[in-house]
T-cell receptor, first 114, second 114 residues
Framework: AQSVTQLDSQVPVFEEAPVELRCNYSSSVSVYLFWYVQYPNQGLQLLLKYLSGSTLVKGINGFEAEFNKSQTSFHLRKPSVHISDTAEYFCAVRPNNAGNMLTFGGGTRLMVKP | GAGVSQSPRYKVAKRGQDVALRCDPISGHVSLFWYQQALGQGPEFLTYFQNEAQLDKSGLPSDRFFAERPEGSVSTLKIQRTQQEDSAVYLC????????????FGNGTRLTVT
């Protein structure tokens, strides 16, 4: 079984400041890792994914994430946030040996202030 | 259409009523998932189809919940004798089924049981 922990339920930040949203996971098998963003009253949109290879993954809207196997982390970063980045962000894992089910963390609400 | 389509977008049901929620996946996607998202939480897995076969229904919370995908395309999630604790957003997602292929989510159906 897998589990995902997003330690910060809310992250307030000023516009143009850098931000890091933390994600740690637990799994008995190797996993694929994903970050999704959810805007109000909408479904989830894929930001980026890690399958294999380079541990630094770049996604849409200027976001990037780094996979750290020893720390079982997959933190999301952006060097300079915009007001439009205000949304809920979800980290998710999926076993890479079989099955397709995504397990999500509880989410982090990013609040960008002017 | 280009994305996953869910209907209705909003549903209000009186306690004890039956409801049916529809999902139209992306054309050609073999995998289809249903998730339940309570207010302020991450999505929780309900069930998974590969084509018309329901391969995993371990997340369905009770026998009042039933899902089908008879022709391997459109899926319906049915909830019988709705209870207040069923109030949530129900998300449908589809994927091509390839290893590491991301899930594409619909905008969800917000169910409110009064």
């Amino acid at each position: 079984a897998q589990s995902v922990t997003q330690l910060d339920s809310q992250v307030p930040v000023f516009e143009e400041a850098p931000v890091e949203l933390r994600c740690n996971y637990s799994s008995s098998v190797s996993v694929y890792l994903f970050w999704y963003v959810q805007y109000p009253n909408q479904g989830l949109q894929l930001l980026l994914k890690y399958l294999s290879g380079s541990t630094l993954v770049k996604g849409i809207n200027g976001f990037e994430a780094e996979f750290n196997k020893s720390q079982t982390s997959f933190h999301l970063r952006k060097p300079s946030v915009h007001i439009s980045d205000t949304a809920e962000y979800f980290c998710a894992v999926r076993p890479n040996n079989a099955g397709n089910m995504l397990t999500f963390g509880g989410g982090t609400r990013l609040m960008v202030k002017p | 259409g280009a994305g996953v389509s869910q209907s209705p977008r909003y549903k209000v049901a009186k306690r004890g009523q039956d409801v049916a929620l529809r999902c139209d996946p992306i054309s050609g996607h073999v995998s289809l998932f249903w998730y339940q998202q309570a207010l302020g939480q991450g999505p929780e897995f309900l069930t998974y189809f590969q084509n018309e076969a329901q391969l995993d229904k371990s997340g369905l919370p009770s026998d009042r919940f039933f899902a089908e995908r008879p022709e391997g395309s459109v899926s319906t999630l049915k909830i019988q004798r709705t209870q207040q604790e069923d109030s949530a957003v129900y998300l449908c997602a589809s994927s091509s089924g390839g290893q590491g292929s991301p899930l594409h989510f619909g905008n969800g159906t917000r169910l409110t049981v009064t």
